[in-house]
């Protein structure tokens, strides 16, 4: 993995954080307690700061980085899946962002959310709690299943069981 300083500021990460060997943290980027970071993910926090809460997990090549004077803040129990795109955003708990979806500057997600493949969030966009979104641009088209939300809360304890039985063969 490759953990760098920028700025005098290195990267904090909590107990308990899978990091794969090929992952790269960059500067202002704290990882919460349970969190995984996966093959090829990349958090730059170099002109402002990224927060990733607990138990939340960046899959395989996402990238999450910030603007000037725009965080990005992720909550706890949240998938970044494969090759999302998260920029300068606020992500709230219990959300998943699919895979290759592209999240731009002053989002601001609701608890339980699912943002589903592919879409892309228009900066500023607010999303409201428990809904799924879809679309290019990203609309809201309804309300979460209980199935649905079931599944956000499965799917970041998966990842933390997943990410345990990973480190065993290597990263942190």
């Known amino acids: 993995m490759i953990i760098k300083e920028y700025n005098g500021v290195f990267p904090k990460i909590s107990k308990d954080v899978y990091i794969s060997e090929n992952a790269t943290l960059v500067g202002n980027v704290e990882i919460g307690e349970g969190s995984n970071i996966w093959f090829g993910a990349v958090l730059r926090g170099d002109v402002c700061y990224i927060r990733v809460g607990k138990f939340s997990n960046i899959q395989d090549n996402a ?5 000037y004077d725009v965080p990005t803040i992720i909550g706890d129990y949240v998938t970044v899946g494969h090759s999302a795109v998260v920029h300068g955003a606020t992500i709230s708990d219990y959300v998943i962002v699919g895979m290759g979806a ?6 601001k997600v609701g608890k339980y959310v699912i943002i589903g493949a592919g879409s892309v969030v228009p900066p500023g966009m607010e999303i409201p709690d428990g809904v799924l979104v879809l679309g290019v641009p990203a609309k809201v088209v309804r309300s979460l299943t209980n199935e649905e939300i079931k599944h956000i809360e499965k799917n970041a304890i998966d990842y933390v069981l997943l990410s345990k039985e990973m480190s065993k063969l290597g990263g942190r």
């Open 63 to 67: 990238v999450i980085h910030v603007n």
């Open 102 to 107: 592209i999240v731009l500057d002053r989002v």
